[in-house]
């Protein structure tokens, strides 16, 4: 059984990360590292963001227009880091998103939660 509860939170997961990019950038500006880590803090552990899947997602954010980069000198001898910043059409996404996974969470709830 825990074999197929590791299957459905994988596509669960990996159907979250995009939305989950775009809600901690809405907070700050941040680097690939800090972003995954972030992203590991906030969930408390439960899901990590690997580099695998989260640069090659950023990059395509970033050709969808919802996210735009920067580079930015480091002033304690630390080479530069590229940052990445939420676009207004990146925004505009989110909230949408926001609006979408509330109603989700609450059809699912509906169903799960019955009985």
């Given at each position: 059984m825990q074999e197929d509860i590791d299957?459905?939170?994988?596509?669960l997961k990996k159907?979250?990360?995009?939305f989950s990019i775009l809600a901690l950038l809405k907070d700050a500006d941040m680097y690939g590292y800090e972003l995954r880590h972030e992203f590991e803090a906030r969930t408390q552990g439960v899901m990590a963001l690997s580099?695998?899947?989260?640069?090659?997602?950023?990059h395509g954010m970033e050709a969808d227009g919802l996210i735009t980069s920067y580079w930015q000198e480091s002033t304690s001898g630390v080479?530069?880091?590229k940052y990445y910043h939420l676009t207004e059409k990146g925004q505009a996404l989110l909230d949408e998103m926001l609006v979408e996974w509330d109603r989700y969470v609450s059809a699912i709830n509906r169903?799960?939660?019955r009985g």
């Amino acid at each position: 059984m825990q074999e197929d509860i590791d299957r459905w939170m994988k596509e669960l997961k990996k159907g979250a990360t995009k939305f989950s990019i775009l809600a901690l950038l809405k907070d700050a500006d941040m680097y690939g590292y800090e972003l995954r880590h972030e992203f590991e803090a906030r969930t408390q552990g439960v899901m990590a963001l690997s580099e695998s899947n989260a640069y090659p997602t950023l990059h395509g954010m970033e050709a969808d227009g919802l996210i735009t980069s920067y580079w930015q000198e480091s002033t304690s001898g630390v080479p530069a880091r590229k940052y990445y910043h939420l676009t207004e059409k990146g925004q505009a996404l989110l909230d949408e998103m926001l609006v979408e996974w509330d109603r989700y969470v609450s059809a699912i709830n509906r169903i799960g939660r019955r009985g």
